[in-house]
């Protein structure tokens, strides 16, 4: 028989237990909450700022070239004969008369003299013609002869005049002959090597290279210009001359040892056309060599001074940052502004050349600065450093530089 009693099912306790455990530790959490503070939200992150910097720039616009002398002239053997005599050290400095050599003389002084001798004949049959025309003048008038006569005289004078003209251009041929046996410098300027030796044969089939001359007091550095750089240049001509403005721009030169030659030179000629092939139009600086630090046939590059800004090429203040502020994505190129209310803002800029700021003493490296077009006034704060921390339209905490 079963009893009816007030024990409660093993079951049933340990569900009373475990209610009254939970509102325990729920208790006990509200007590805990009611008594203590909220948490503040986290600071905005620190990054620092820095105005742009509006200051004078020159940006070098480079081009390659290969330098020249002013003036380089071939020295030929234009008579022929064998080369008697070489009268000059080679790669030495000449000048302009020198006697550099000496041909071969002995043919062309006995055609000299052989053209005087036709020359004095011909004088002589001359004589004779005028004689005999002013004898017949005479008898014509007792009509002891013809007209026919007469005119007859008259025309072998004539002839006897033009072989004297003959002769005449024959010596000074022949003496031009000679002449040329004799070879002096043209220019003044540093000689080459000697080509022929002494005792050879030279100008018979063509006339011979024997030497060379350059005169390189002076540099003319040659370069190509792009077409759509050249458009700029070519708006600053006027009256079909390469304006003044463009002739006073100081052009230096860069060396194949990246040296800078310490002369800067001035454009002094630009083409007349676009080449078609390379699209590109020639010019020339030209550089002062006095001190012959530079030699015809160097490799050099040619720097040319541009505006800033070539929308405005007058003007040759820019702005300038610091090249890694500068950064660029599909959307472009944009830099981190901070407005007055310390809010990131991305500003979309349009960039120029990126130049070197050089040093401003001992222990202060160059510094790699990218100009602004467009986009930015130089009264803004960019972010310079702490760029991961930016984010378009968040708050940050500024710190000047």
């Known amino acids: 028989m ?3 009693g007030n024990k409660s099912s093993p079951q049933g306790v340990f569900l009373v237990r475990v ?11 509200l007590l805990a909450g009611c008594g203590s503070e909220e948490i503040p939200p ?11 910097e509006l200051r004078e720039v020159t940006v070098y616009k480079t081009f390659p070239s290969t330098l020249k002398g002013v003036s380089e002239v071939e020295i030929r053997a234009r008579a022929a004969g064998y080369l008697e005599k ?30 005087q001798a036709d020359l004095e004949r011909a004088e002589a049959g001359r004589g004779l013609a005028e004689t005999r025309k002013q004898r017949f003048e005479l008898a014509l008038q007792t009509n002891s002869v013809s007209e026919v006569e007469v005119d007859i005289a008259a025309a072998e004078l004539a002839q006897a005049i033009a072989s004297v003209n003959q002769a005449k251009a024959h010596l000074n041929n022949a003496k031009l002959d000679l002449s040329y046996t004799t070879v ?20 018979y089939s063509e006339p011979t290279i024997i030497t060379s001359i350059i005169d390189d007091s002076t540099i003319e550095a040659y370069f190509e210009i792009p077409e759509r750089e050249a458009i700029k240049f070519l708006h600053q001509r006027s009256d079909q001359k390469v304006s003044e403005h463009v002739k006073g721009l100081e052009i230096k030169l860069e060396l194949a040892d990246r040296s800078i030659y310490d002369t800067v030179g001035h454009i002094d000629f630009m083409d007349n056309k676009v080449d078609s092939m390379t699209r ?27 505006a800033p800004d070539q929308r405005n090429p007058t003007e040759t203040k820019a702005i300038v940052v610091p090249a890694e502020v500068v950064l660029r994505d599909i959307g472009g190129r944009y830099v981190w502004v901070v407005d007055e209310q310390n809010i990131v803002r991305r500003r979309s800029v349009d960039v120029g050349e990126t130049i070197i700021k050089p040093s401003t003493g001992e222990g202060v490296a160059a510094v790699r600065q990218t100009i602004i ?13 702490g760029l991961q921390r930016a984010r378009d339209g968040a708050p940050v905490t500024p710190n000047a530089q």
Do not use: M
Not at 42 to 52: D, E, G, H, Y
């Open 2 to 4: 079963k009893e009816n």
């Open 280 to 306: 590109t139009i020639r010019a020339r600086a030209i550089f002062d060599n006095a001190k012959y630090e530079l030699t015809s046939g160097l490799f050099a590059t040619v720097q040319v001074p541009v």
């Open 373 to 385: 077009l467009d986009g930015l006034s130089a009264s803004e704060k960019i972010i310079v450093s």
């Open 42 to 52: 986290p600071s905005p992150p620190s990054v620092t700022v820095a105005a742009p």
């Open 86 to 115: 070489t009268n000059f050290n080679e790669g030495s400095f000449v000048n302009k008369g020198d006697l550099l050599f000496i041909i071969e003389q002995a043919p062309y002084k006995l055609a000299v003299e052989a053209a």
């Open 184 to 203: 002096y410098a043209p220019i003044s300027g540093r000689v080459s090597l000697a080509n022929v030796n002494d005792e050879n044969l030279v100008g």
């Open 19 to 29: 209610v009254a455990l939970s509102l325990g530790i729920l208790g006990s959490l």
